[in-house]
């Protein structure tokens, strides 16, 4: 898919990144949170290495997945082995990381948190070892966004809106020339006028075609 707009999130991210600042990333379902560090994971992927984790998991679930990640000998070594959550979380804080970038954990999938996981995040927040992305749902509860933050500190918080016009016809003529479709300008107007800059809806439009041709 073609990636269009947010370039004004894209500077602050980035700029949070080098100053190590944590970021929180809101906006409602299929507004394109994941896309949009999907992509400046791409971009900067020279400067960060970037760990997408399922947060929605417990925090021992969590934890053994990110050394399996972090540390892919370490789990080689022990693959039939679940480690506990302690000793998993104090080897994640303590290990010598293979890559000498820095790292950055991006933390999905974050609509409730328990006080076990702000521990958690608090714990590996202190090692100022890692860089924190929370990408959260739009209904996180506001004592959990604020423990969230205040877990992550230093933080800003970034909510993603629609895209503007111009962005998402932008969007439709890239996808037009890559995919064939040979959209006239006419439609593409159309298109935009409907979907209303709305991501998750660019991206249907794009898959509908794809079915019809």
């Known amino acids: 898919m073609c990636f269009v707009g947010r370039k004004k ?13 944590n970021i929180v990333l809101s906006g409602k379902y299929g507004i394109g949170r994941t896309a ?25 679930e969590v934890c053994n997945a990110l050394l399996k990640k972090l540390f892919p000998d370490y789990h080689y070594k022990n693959k039939h082995k679940y480690v506990r959550y302690k000793a998993s979380r104090f080897q994640i804080a303590n290990l010598d990381l ?12 974050i609509a409730k948190l328990s006080p076990q996981k702000i521990k958690l995040l608090s714990y590996l927040s202190t090692e100022k070892r890692f860089g924190f992305i929370a990408i959260v749902e739009q209904f996180i509860p506001e004592p959990d966004l604020l423990r969230l ?3 992550l500190s230093p ?9 503007s016009i111009h962005s998402t016809r932008e969007y439709l003529r890239n996808s037009s020339i890559k995919y064939n479709f040979n959209w006239p300008e006419n439609r593409i107007k159309t298109f935009s006028e409907i979907i209303k800059g ?3 809806a660019m991206k249907e439009i794009v898959t509908m075609e794809h079915k019809r041709g």
């Open 9 to 21: 999130e894209i500077s602050l991210i980035v700029k949070a990144l080098e100053k190590g600042t």
């Open 36 to 60: 949009l560090i999907k992509h400046i994971a791409k971009i900067a992927q020279e400067r960060w290495k970037f760990f997408y984790m399922d947060f929605s998991q417990t925090p021992g």
């Open 98 to 109: 293979p890559d000498k970038r820095k790292h950055i954990l991006i933390l999905d999938n």
């Open 149 to 151: 933050r205040v877990a």
């Open 155 to 163: 933080t800003i918080q970034i909510r993603l809106f629609h895209l």
């Open 198 to 200: 709305y991501p998750l």
